[in-house]
């Protein structure tokens, strides 16, 4: 731009300064298509800001490909006059699926790891669900619009299941609740997913699958021991707002292109 206008280069600078202008910056921004998404929307926000009784919210997900990387030599740990460092290239020891449910009340994680991520892997976390939360509640699951989650199996096994606890307790067993499609910011699991990346998978050095698995038990053994709750805050209505605002400003650069 310096060499275009005939000006230094400070001269640029200081005009970018001034006017807020930052273009070695680039934000990422994805903005749901779904036509149901303000009552999607409005569904799973009252259940993190009014949790019906005699229920439980569970935010469920399943983190796929998750990589036994093992560094092809010893990372150097952080110290004085330098930084902790860790090699570029690595081996690839397979992968491992980690399926996990948060409790919104008190932040307990409920996992399953199995090594892929189809509806039968599906199916066998919620039964493990339905056996490890108490009898005679409702089981509010939060969930993304994954195929998986919607086979035909998954549905069949949750109607028979529901039709067994109306007859029992009054009530279904499982209520699913799906986000609006490109809006997975909106299931609380994947802030606890994104702490397992930062303390657990993205750095670590693995030589199998099983070293992995073993490093991901310990971190939830010792989270278990005190668990991380995940509190929603954001006033609906303003989130709806912002993005409102996106969408219009999107639309209008489109007309202008």
Same mark, same amino acid.
């Given at each position: 731009?310096?060499?275009?206008?005939?000006v230094?280069?400070?001269?640029?600078?200081?005009?970018?300064?001034?006017? *807020?202008?930052k273009?070695h910056?680039?934000? @990422?921004?994805? $903005?749901?298509? !779904?036509?149901?998404f303000?009552p #999607?929307?409005?569904d799973?926000?009252?259940?993190?800001l009014?949790?019906?009784?005699k229920?439980?919210v569970?935010c469920?997900?399943?983190k796929?490909?998750?990589?036994?990387?093992?560094?092809?030599q010893?990372?150097?740990?952080?110290?004085?006059?330098?930084?902790k460092t860790?090699?570029?290239d690595?081996?690839?020891?397979?992968?491992?699926?980690?399926?996990?449910a948060l409790?919104?009340?008190?932040?307990?994680?409920?996992r399953?790891?199995?090594?892929h991520?189809?509806?039968?892997?599906w199916l066998?976390?919620?039964?493990?669900? *339905?056996?490890?939360?108490?009898?005679?509640? @409702?089981?509010? $699951?939060?969930? !993304?619009?994954y195929?998986?989650? #919607?086979?035909?199996?998954?549905?069949?096994?949750?109607?028979?299941?529901?039709?067994?606890?109306?007859?029992?307790?009054?009530?279904?067993?499982?209520?699913?609740?799906?986000?609006?499609?490109?809006?997975s910011?909106?299931?609380?699991?994947?802030r606890?997913?994104?702490?397992?990346?930062?303390?657990?998978?993205r750095?670590?050095?693995?030589?199998?699958?099983?070293?992995?698995?073993?490093a991901?038990?310990?971190?939830l053994?010792?989270?278990?021991?005190?668990?991380?709750?995940?509190?929603?805050?954001?006033?609906g209505a303003a989130?709806?707002?912002?993005?409102?605002?996106?969408?219009?400003?999107?639309?209008?650069?489109?007309?202008?292109?």
């Amino acid at each position: 731009m310096a060499r275009a206008a005939d000006v230094s280069p400070a001269s640029v600078q200081r005009l970018w300064t001034s006017n *807020d202008i930052k273009p070695h910056l680039t934000r @990422t921004f994805k $903005l749901s298509t !779904d036509p149901d998404f303000e009552p #999607k929307f409005w569904d799973v926000i009252g259940l993190y800001l009014h949790p019906p009784a005699k229920a439980l919210v569970l935010c469920c997900d399943e983190k796929s490909q998750c990589q036994a990387l093992e560094r092809t030599q010893p990372g150097l740990p952080l110290g004085l006059g330098h930084v902790k460092t860790k090699t570029h290239d690595y081996y690839r020891h397979g992968t491992i699926t980690l399926f996990a449910a948060l409790n919104y009340l008190d932040g307990k994680i409920s996992r399953f790891l199995a090594p892929h991520h189809t509806h039968a892997e599906w199916l066998t976390f919620l039964k493990r669900l *339905d056996r490890e939360m108490p009898d005679g509640v @409702t089981l509010h $699951l939060i969930i !993304d619009n994954y195929a998986t989650h #919607k086979h035909e199996r998954v549905r069949s096994w949750i109607k028979w299941r529901n039709q067994r606890h109306r007859s029992g307790a009054g009530s279904d067993r499982i209520v699913q609740h799906f986000v609006p499609t490109s809006s997975s910011w909106m299931n609380l699991v994947e802030r606890f997913f994104r702490d397992i990346t930062q303390d657990v998978i993205r750095d670590g050095s693995f030589s199998s699958v099983k070293d992995l698995v073993q490093a991901i038990e310990e971190y939830l053994s010792d989270r278990d021991l005190s668990p991380k709750r995940y509190v929603w805050k954001a006033e609906g209505a303003a989130i709806l707002a912002k993005i409102k605002r996106a969408r219009e400003a999107a639309e209008a650069e489109a007309r202008n292109v």
